[in-house]
């Protein structure tokens, strides 16, 4: 098994495998290539098309945008990203439709191995969701193995370290619920 199948299966890898150094090489060469198409424009969403593992119409993502494979990334329709967004992509990352984020939020779907002190270098994929109609503030984290429910609101700078109940408000360092959309 490849350092990229274990990557892609979920198990531990290593990522300073040269074929996986050269793909993130490879797509960070693309991204900025995609930083100079004209914004919002049809050549810049078919260039996004080739890049993620999808997207959806009417989704918009600002540059700069950083990625490290850019196949793990799954976007769903009128989905906006905002300037200066990373989102670390060794595990998958799904946000749904209507999915807003604020400039320079960071969602990492990637953890490595903390018991190995001198092997940082091994890391796991850990997928994150973020499901339909979520807004993310700018400068917010969202840290591996994630769920953000429905119609959630995340605070501007914070960062979400456990999973987030539907329609719900949070904030903070770590993130905690401030009140329910229900209401």
């Known amino acids: 098994m ?3 199948d274990k990557l892609l299966s979920g198990h531990w890898s290593d990522s300073r495998d040269v074929e996986l150094v050269n793909e993130r090489n490879r797509t960070w060469l693309l991204i900025h290539k995609y930083s100079e198409l004209p914004p919002e424009s049809k050549e810049a969403f078919e260039f996004l098309k080739g890049l993620l593992g999808a997207v959806g119409n009417g989704t ?13 990334i799954f976007i769903g329709k009128d989905c906006y990203i905002n300037y200066n967004c990373t989102f670390l992509d060794n595990g998958k990352i ?5 999915v807003w984020i604020g400039p320079s939020a960071n969602i990492f779907a990637v953890d490595h191995d903390i018991y190995k002190p001198k092997k940082r270098y091994i890391v796991k994929g850990v997928d ?3 499901k339909e109609d979520v807004w993310i503030g700018g400068g ?8 953000i429910g ?10 979400v370290t456990k999973d987030i ?15 329910s959309l229900k209401d």
């Open 165 to 179: 109940e539907e329609y719900s408000i949070v904030a903070g360092n770590p993130a905690k619920k401030i009140r």
């Open 128 to 130: 994150v969701l973020i």
């Open 60 to 72: 918009i993502i600002r540059p700069p945008f950083y990625v490290d494979y850019g196949y793990n």
């Open 2 to 4: 490849t350092e990229k």
């Open 150 to 159: 429905k119609g959630s609101i995340i605070g501007a700078g914070s960062v």
């Open 140 to 147: 917010s984290i969202i840290m591996p193995g994630i769920t």
């Open 94 to 98: 799904h946000l749904e439709d209507n």
